[in-house]
């Protein structure tokens, strides 16, 4: 009996042994990546093309993806990734009465937050005339074929990061990995344990003054859940009369949003939800959170404001 237990606990101790934290990193979207996962296997070339074929499906930025030959007008069919994040588009646009709206494509380029770079002597009547193009209510998909204006240009950029972020954390679970961090421009989804410290994954919320000494104002544990976070803060412009202005555009007024929301972290199941969630909310006005939110139990919520007195304020939802 002693000799079976005690080769119980070598086969024990020698599958222990081949568990393997592996780190993956890089550039890709136009940000960075992380993928920490319990494998003896590597899979950055699985990676590599999950990347690629997202990519190729929905970057502005390359001239023959299938988003660009949509917005070019030309004839051609979009995949099934195109259409899952169109459809979960469409869902989020009419939950937030058109505050999340990806055919915005237009409007951002002008402001020159796109590819396309910005309009110049950009005024009031080319805003306007720019703004006639939006709205995801114009488009639709019939099987694999897509129908819009000729005029509206469609922009998946607030939510396909978090789409990549779940084709990969889904690719891992196929593969049979059980604990895993994905996380793609500070979008983010945990399955398991941190394995090396045997304790849930604990992520932290970026402290919106980049000067601080405190790089994090809080600390969440994510089970199985994604963490995305829209922020102002970071990624802006200045114009020629000093006036800051974000990238986050009004899909109401076609102008920057104004708003004194600093950033805005959002918990849900996927990263692709929670991905789009961030950004139609950082829009809103800090007193209309919690009557949104109260129908969306489903969302937790934590926000960072600057009150009337320029301080930091802070608001949890949903039990964030």
Request: aromatic share 10%; proline share 3%; net charge neutral.
């Amino acid at each position: 009996m002693r000799n079976a237990v005690f080769l119980f606990l070598i086969v024990l101790v020698s599958c222990q042994d081949k568990v393997k934290q592996q780190r993956n990193s890089g550039a890709i979207f136009g940000t960075t990546y992380s993928i920490i996962y319990d494998s003896t296997r590597n899979y950055q070339s699985e990676f590599d093309l999950i990347f690629r074929d997202i990519n190729q499906s929905m970057s502005t930025y390359i001239p023959n993806s299938i988003i660009s030959k949509v917005n070019s007008n030309e004839t051609t069919k979009i995949d099934s990734q195109f259409k899952t994040v169109f459809q979960t588009s469409k869902l989020i646009h009419k939950t937030t009465n058109g505050r999340f709206d990806p055919t915005i494509g237009a409007v951002v380029n002008a402001w020159d937050f796109g590819p396309e770079g910005k309009v110049e002597q950009l005024d009031s009547l080319k805003i306007k005339a720019l703004m006639q193009s939006v709205g995801l209510d114009k488009v639709s998909i019939n099987g694999l074929n897509i129908n819009k204006p000729e005029a509206t240009k469609i922009d998946f950029n607030a939510i396909a990061k978090g789409y990549g972020v779940d084709r990969i954390a889904n690719f891992l679970k196929r593969s049979g990995v059980d604990n895993f961090l994905v996380e793609i421009g500070g979008e983010i989804i945990c399955g398991g344990i941190n394995s090396i410290k045997t304790a849930p994954w604990k992520i932290g919320v970026q402290n919106p003054n980049l000067e601080s000494e405190v790089p994090y104002i809080d600390t969440v544990v994510l089970n199985n859940e994604a963490m995305a976070t829209s922020g102002t803060y970071r990624k802006y412009k200045i114009d020629e009369n000093g006036r800051k202005y974000t990238h986050i555009i009004d899909t109401e007024s076609g102008y920057p949003s104004r708003t004194n929301i600093l950033s805005v972290s959002v918990v849900a199941k996927s990263c692709i939800i929670a991905d789009a969630y961030a950004t139609a909310l950082q829009t809103m006005k800090v007193e209309d959170f919690s009557g949104f939110l109260s129908v969306h139990p489903e969302l937790r919520v934590y926000i960072i404001f600057e009150d009337e007195n320029k301080e930091l304020g802070f608001k949890s939802f949903n039990g964030f």
